[in-house]
């Protein structure tokens, strides 16, 4: 079978090429993940796009750079190796206007070497009076260099035609799908290791393995103790990687292969050290993919301490982060003593259920008839908002609902987050994403 999911586009090349600006027009939107950290702050960047009905995730590997030539050079070289490491397609940005740098030659030797599809991107022909310079870059020995605008989207429909053409059409088999598929993410040392270890330690736990290529998600069987789902694990999990790497971004580039390819996300949060910017980032990735979600506190086992008043305030400190989704379940446990790691997996199954509920729409539009009566949404310029009939999308891998109403471009983000508490407060929805759309009935 073709598999056409976990596509990942990774941008590279030195600093003030237009990497970010490339991102940000190809994914249409100015998310960030944003990262501090000791001495530097890390603008990592992930998103979505799709280009004749294949959807990519895009990384952009920008913000590395330290004052330091020493440093300069190295972190260039991590950002490449893990570029070719992750990636399906590299689209190696380069300055038309510049030429070609010593830099710019230093990534090319590197990307030669690799046997990944790599295009080149001459970016800031903003006028198209560059045209003639991108001849030039054919002495990167990297083929046809692509010359665009990321400001003005100029050309930018070329080179995603010839993304989705070279991108490698996998031949993998995949699991069924009226079996769940969870996966545990999180940052280094949250204990992912441990949690999959203490599942795995029995050999007979595992039915089967169904692994795509090398660097595809790999799913484990698991049908024991009335359990029985898929553990979505990714080859960074199991060999070591060996590249001098910047763990943390790594980290992040291997949840997405997880991430994309799973139903439920089992995020685990380090109980001696709370919830951080890290687990903030990977959260985001679960909710930009509208995938269900169960906390796991690891380590509280070993928490300095473990009173209700502590569980209280760490069950508060996270939903705080996470907000406005507040709606999932937090399970205090350790994977290495195998504390409650039962408990999450129920968990995640009944996640795993709500995302496939189906409300009967005469049962939804008597409860929520009831509710937009009670509190109507706003009006807007002296013109009263009606919503008349609400219904469930079927067929959509999240709840989804669709409010038919008059004036559907005036309802506003506050009373969309109104109806979305409701519905969670009368059907049973913890931990699953959902959509509300509206639409003019």
Request: glycine fraction near 6%; include cysteine; charge should be neutral.
């Amino acid at each position: 079978m073709i598999e056409q999911m976990g596509r990942l586009v990774a941008i590279v090349g030195r600093p003030n090429v237009g990497k970010s600006t490339l991102f940000n027009r190809l994914t249409q939107t100015r998310a960030a993940i944003v990262n501090d950290t000791s001495g530097t702050t890390r603008d990592r960047q992930y998103g979505l796009m799709e280009w004749n009905g294949m959807e990519m995730s895009v990384v952009d590997t920008g913000g590395w750079v330290v004052n330091s030539e020493d440093i300069f050079e190295g972190e260039i070289n991590k950002q490449v190796h893990l570029a070719i490491d992750e990636a399906d397609v590299i689209l190696f940005v380069v300055d038309i206007k510049n030429g070609i740098t010593d830099l710019d030659d230093h990534v090319a030797e590197i990307l030669r070497r690799s046997n990944k599809p790599v295009i080149v991107v001459a970016n800031k022909d903003d006028n198209n009076e560059s045209l003639y310079a991108e001849a030039e870059f054919y002495a990167l020995g990297l083929g046809k260099p692509y010359s665009i605008s990321a400001i003005t989207g100029t050309g930018t429909g070329d080179l995603l035609d010839e993304v989705v053409a070279r991108m490698p059409q996998k031949e993998m088999d995949t699991p069924q799908d009226d079996i769940p598929r969870f996966a545990i993410v999180g940052r280094p040392n949250a204990g992912k290791s441990s949690l999959i270890n203490s599942l795995m330690d029995e050999q007979r736990n595992i039915v089967t393995d169904i692994a795509g290529t090398t660097r595809d998600s790999i799913y484990s069987r698991y049908n024991k103790f009335g359990f029985d789902f898929y553990l979505v694990d990714t080859a960074g999990i199991r060999k070591k990687n060996k590249v001098n790497e910047d763990i943390e971004y790594y980290s992040v580039l291997r949840s997405i292969r997880a991430i994309e390819n799973s139903d439920v996300c089992i995020l685990l949060i380090d109980a001696t050290r709370g919830i951080e910017a890290q687990d903030v980032n990977i959260f985001s990735i679960i909710q930009k993919n509208r995938k269900g979600l169960v906390v796991l506190v690891n380590k509280w086992d070993i928490a300095e301490y473990k009173t209700q008043r502590s569980i209280d305030t760490m069950e508060a400190a996270i939903r705080e982060r996470l907000a406005p989704f507040t709606d999932f379940p937090i399970i205090f446990g350790s994977a290495l003593t195998k504390q409650r790691i039962y408990k999450v997996l129920e968990t995640a199954i009944q996640v795993y259920k709500n995302q496939k509920i189906v409300i009967p729409t005469s049962q939804l539009n008597n409860y929520m008839q009831e509710v937009i009566t009670a509190t109507p949404p706003p009006a807007v310029k002296g013109k009263f908002i009606k919503i008349k009939y609400i219904t469930m999308l079927k067929g959509a891998k999240v709840p989804t609902f669709i409010f038919f109403c008059n004036l559907p471009q005036w309802i506003r983000d506050p009373y969309k987050r109104y109806l979305e508490n409701k519905i969670r407060e009368k059907w049973p929805l913890s931990g699953t994403m959902i959509n509300l759309y509206f639409r003019e009935k």
